[in-house]
């Protein structure tokens, strides 16, 4: 659940040096390598399981099981910090080139904790980012795709499309919730009107006429508020 792949628990059984099935049994506790920026889930989660016809009578061959199924490939000892590097900037690139972009972050930082400064991982990081802040912004989600863009760039600071796509993003957020502000104003839709225009100011209070419109919004709902109170006594006389 943790990894988001079924497919990833050999890195759990690898970094607990698991190599026989057999003697993992319920209630023990297992360590799971922690992801820098992805947080463990909360509470408990229910998982359907299944018989399957693997015998794990013996103890686990986990060459052969990478080599089949998971993409993840390793000997039975405990792996030296150069083998898991390996492993799992394989196993993140391997996602890349899938276009499973956040499952190839979670692979890749997991090597990134082992060695920060591996040229390969930190390109593939970039990439990974990149591709998903492009998803993001194609899909219009301007303050997340900003938010990639510059994930992005601590993983390649020089990368001047991702400043300019950032950027952009950050522009294009708030004319889309400017001219949302102004639809609703235009429907009479207050209060609407003042939430997509708050969004704005938060982020930049300069922007075009924005403090000017929450201002004069918020006086005509006052207004009205007044009116309703008079009409409320009059009704009650």
């Given at each position: 659940m943790y990894y988001g792949d079924h497919q990833k628990f050999p890195i759990i059984a690898k970094y607990n040096n698991l190599t026989d099935a057999t003697r993992v049994h319920e209630g023990q506790k297992i360590k799971v390598p922690e992801i820098e920026g992805?947080?463990?889930?909360?509470?408990?989660?229910?998982?359907?399981?299944?018989?399957?016809?693997?015998?794990?009578?013996?103890?686990?061959?986990?060459?052969?099981?990478?080599?089949?199924?998971?993409?993840?490939?390793?000997?039975?000892?405990e792996q030296e910090p150069d083998e898991q590097i390996v492993i799992y900037r394989d196993h993140g690139i391997d996602l890349y080139h899938k276009k499973q972009y956040q499952e190839a972050l979670i692979a890749l930082n997991l090597a990134l904790n082992i060695e920060p400064d591996d040229k390969t991982t930190l390109e593939y990081a970039h990439k990974s980012h990149f591709q998903n802040a492009r998803i993001l912004f194609d899909n219009r989600d301007y303050l997340q795709a900003k938010r990639e863009f510059e994930a992005s760039l601590k993983y390649k600071s020089d990368c001047q499309e991702c400043v300019a796509y950032a950027i952009k993003s950050e522009?294009?957020?708030?004319?889309?919730?400017?001219?949302?502000?102004?639809?609703?104003?235009?429907?009479?839709?207050?209060?609407?009107?003042?939430?997509?225009w708050e969004l704005v100011r938060n982020r930049d209070p300069n922007y075009k006429r924005v403090e000017y419109l929450i201002n004069k919004a918020?006086?005509?709902?006052?207004?009205i508020e007044k009116i309703k109170q008079e009409q409320r006594k009059e009704q009650q006389k």
């Open positions: 992805i947080e463990f889930l909360v509470g408990r989660k229910s998982v359907e399981t299944e018989e399957t016809g693997v015998d794990y009578s013996g103890p686990w061959d986990w060459e052969a099981f990478s080599e089949g199924e998971s993409g993840v490939k390793g000997p039975q000892e522009d294009l957020y708030k004319e889309l919730h400017y001219k949302r502000g102004m639809q609703y104003f235009g429907k009479q839709q207050l209060k609407e009107a003042i939430q997509e918020e006086t005509i709902l006052e207004n």
